[in-house]
């Protein structure tokens, strides 16, 4: 379902949200997924998820100051989707 390898954004960032990927902060990774037409996976370690399957995204079990890499292909708008789950995921 990915498309060229070579066009993907990816970023690895570090997570400053306090309590990590939580419950609320999964709702709102996937309401930034489903907004877009770009698909949208978080990668924690060896595990990855779609952004929009959020029992999924809490299942990686991701903690404040852990490292993930975002991963967005495809759509019109890929750099505004990496930039509003970055400015989510690495608020303070």
Do not use: T
């Amino acid at each position: 379902f990915w498309h060229d390898p070579e066009s993907m954004l990816r970023k690895r960032m570090q997570v400053a949200v306090p309590g990590g990927i939580h419950m609320a902060v999964a709702a709102s990774l996937g309401q930034i997924a489903k907004e877009s037409d770009a698909y949208v996976f978080l990668r924690s370690g060896k595990r990855m998820a779609s952004a929009g399957e959020i029992h999924k995204v809490l299942a990686l079990g991701v903690r404040r100051l852990d490292w993930v890499e975002l991963i967005v292909d495809g759509g019109e708008e890929e750099e505004s989707v990496m930039e509003r789950i970055e400015k989510l995921l690495c608020r303070k």
